[in-house]
């Protein structure tokens, strides 16, 4: 039986791979600031290996983060991940680091008027929601 990586160590991980996709480095390039291979960073990645607090540290100084950042949006040390696991956020991570998501993050980012920004949100809202209620459409456009 294959043991699962801790729910803590999964979103850490991810935390990691959004924030390193976000500035756009390779898993190739953290490692080498950080004195380690790509497989090691995929694998802290991946929540296979678990991220120590002096390398956690460092992965911070890196990516120009604090370290709190890498536990935000997760739930308590007992490691009740109930937001989880109704595949609620699954998609973020995904998204992030993904090409479309990385190009709408940083236009997005571009954009300083508050007002059109909303705006930008609530059309993607809207586009979203008319998608939902029309299934027969939204599968036909994605084949």
């Keep these: 039986m294959t043991k699962q990586p801790n729910p803590i160590d999964l979103h850490v991980g991810n935390r990691v791979r959004m924030r390193r996709a976000l500035l756009g480095l390779t898993q190739e390039k953290l490692g080498l600031a950080l004195g380690l291979t790509f497989q090691q960073v995929q694998k802290y990645e991946k929540g296979t290996n678990r991220i120590g607090a002096s390398r956690l540290q460092a992965i911070a100084h890196v990516l120009d983060v604090p370290p709190s950042y890498f536990f935000e949006g997760a739930t308590d040390s ?19 680091t993904s090409t479309e998501g990385l190009h709408l993050n940083r236009a997005f980012a571009r954009i300083t008027d508050p007002k059109v920004r909303r705006r930008i949100v609530d059309l993607v809202v809207q586009i979203a929601e008319s998608q939902a209620s029309m299934p027969e459409a939204a599968s036909e456009s994605s084949a």
């Design 78 to 96: 007992l490691g009740d991940m109930s937001g989880f696991a109704d595949g609620t956020r699954t998609f973020v991570p995904d998204l992030v």
